[in-house]
């Protein structure tokens, strides 16, 4: 099969692409999804496992309740009905991460189903994706693969962890979603972003897509333009960035339009996204639902809801994201064009979060929007996934207000932060990058900056006030950016005898 692949205006002027997402969010209860094992991301591996964590003989699990109800309060959020009774299902296939050698599934009988989630695009077009359904089951372990540049491809051994297998996880599957066009990828990462938002704002998971909690396999279809016969999808498996979903769809209806192109046939297969390279690799030949050979699960239960029940989640849930967004808009006092900008990076609950934790909204647009977003691209993650919390950003600009550090020093302190060298006020103290406020320190590095400006300090003194500017940045680069500008600038004219 060719290797090529067509450029995408190409691919969008031959074909109509075809999008389906099934959304796997991992829940942040305190235990897993069928026995009484630590739900803890980070532990030693192999640690926060049980019998039934392995699937050993003779065990039997047990349905987390607090899941349930997040699997129902997340179904309502999406608009979707609760099935009055669901089942568990058994999904089988042999893989090393699933120790079972099934996976504890729902399938013919979902907790919820038939909803659908409005997507806003960056320019404020609205976008209307159906869910088909929302399903509650296990996550499976944790396969890293050594040699072969951490890919399973060319590795030389796998290493398991089954700490995270049985973690409690909701499906979230999506009927085909037609009409995109070249705004498919757009759409891709608007969707995730979206269903992020609803999880974080529901409280039921951490969303930290860096860590696996909001994971998505993007399904990728295209047919010939105006027809309404749908093409043969591949499955791009376990995205776990926005980017990274919005290049592997355009990666793949490229892709798909060389092989079409070529006269070849789309291989019904789970695809490999890899970041570093920016395109997708084979994985296996994609099984259909009979593959699986699905049957009830004879160790459950049904679970079994009620009006009452429903509606006492339904009042616990939080204010539909659209009103959200017009409340803390007001709230904020940010622009409309600020706003959407805010929304458009995805650092809405961020900058929310941060001014709960005591931040002036000002301020953290500023870091959310400036120093975080800069790191982020470079680093080509999401702001929210960089590793700076709400608590670092009030940390910082305490650590200025202060007078402790300055602007410049806080953003290398920042990026020390999101290294993993530990809180702001840690990172000061380990790499003494406070600010130089010791009186004679200061003195004496203006008096070395006049005498080697003499010209510019003649300027100053015969009244071009501004001139100062280039003194006072050579102090700051004989303090390595420490000093207190404000306080050079003062010591400068005084020295000189010029009023500020």
């Excluded at 074909?15 to 389906?20: E, F, Q």
């Amino acid at each position: 099969m060719s290797d090529e692949i067509l450029s995408f205006d190409e691919a969008m002027a031959k074909y109509d692409p075809v999008l389906g997402f099934e959304v796997h969010v991992e829940l942040n209860t305190k235990t897993k999804m069928f026995d009484d094992a630590p739900n803890a991301f980070g532990d030693e591996p192999n640690t926060n496992i049980t019998p039934v964590s392995l699937g050993l003989p003779g065990v039997l699990p047990k349905v987390n309740g607090t899941a349930v109800e997040s699997a129902i309060k997340l179904g309502l959020a999406l608009g979707c009905d609760i099935a009055p009774v669901s089942h568990f299902a058994r999904k089988n296939y042999f893989y090393p991460d699933t120790p079972k050698n099934f996976q504890t599934s729902q399938y013919d009988e979902p907790i919820a189903e038939n909803g659908s989630v409005d997507i806003e695009l960056e320019d404020g077009t609205q976008f209307t994706v159906e869910i088909e359904r929302a399903h509650m089951e296990e996550d499976a372990g944790k396969l890293s693969h050594k040699g072969g540049a951490g890919r399973i491809q060319g590795a030389e051994y796998s290493l398991v962890d089954y700490n995270r297998s049985g973690v409690p996880l909701i499906e979230i599957v999506t009927r085909p979603i037609r009409g995109a066009g070249e705004r498919a990828p757009e759409l891709a990462k608007a969707y995730v972003k979206a269903i992020r938002e609803i999880v974080k704002n529901l409280g039921i998971s951490d969303a930290r897509m860096e860590r696996g909690n909001v994971r998505c396999d993007a399904n990728v279809s295209l047919s010939p333009k105006g027809s309404e016969t749908l093409g043969t999808r591949t499955e791009t498996k376990n995205v776990n960035s926005m980017r990274a979903v919005e290049r592997a769809v355009r990666y793949e209806i490229c892709r798909h339009a060389a092989v079409l192109d070529a006269g070849e046939q789309i291989v019904q297969e789970t695809r490999h996204w890899h970041e570093d390279t920016r395109e997708t690799t084979s994985g296996r030949p994609k099984s259909d639902a009979d593959d699986y050979r699905y049957f009830p699960e004879p160790d459950l239960v049904p679970v079994v809801t009620n009006a009452e029940w429903i509606e006492r989640l339904r009042a616990e849930l939080p204010e539909p994201p659209a009103e959200r967004r017009r409340r803390l808009q007001a709230d904020w006092g940010y622009s409309d064009e600020e706003f959407r900008d805010v929304v458009n990076a995805g650092v809405m609950t961020e900058i929310e979060e941060t001014i709960a934790a005591g931040a002036s909204a000002s301020v953290a647009r500023k870091w959310w929007m400036g120093e975080i977003s800069r790191l982020a691209k470079v680093r080509e993650i999401d702001p929210g996934d960089l590793g700076a919390s709400p608590e670092t950003v009030v940390e910082l600009d305490g650590l200025i207000q202060e007078g402790k550090i300055n602007d410049k020093i806080a953003r290398q302190v920042l990026e020390h932060v999101v290294d993993g060298e530990g809180t702001p006020g840690e990172v000061v103290e380990k790499r003494g990058l406070a600010v130089v406020s010791d009186e004679g320190e200061l003195s004496s590095a203006v008096d070395d900056a006049l005498a080697s400006m003499p010209d510019v300090a003649e300027k100053i003194r015969g009244g071009k006030v501004q001139a100062a500017g280039a003194v006072v940045g050579q102090v700051m680069k004989a303090t390595r950016g420490q000093a207190d500008a404000a306080r050079v600038r003062e010591l400068i004219l005084e020295k000189l005898g010029v009023e500020g």
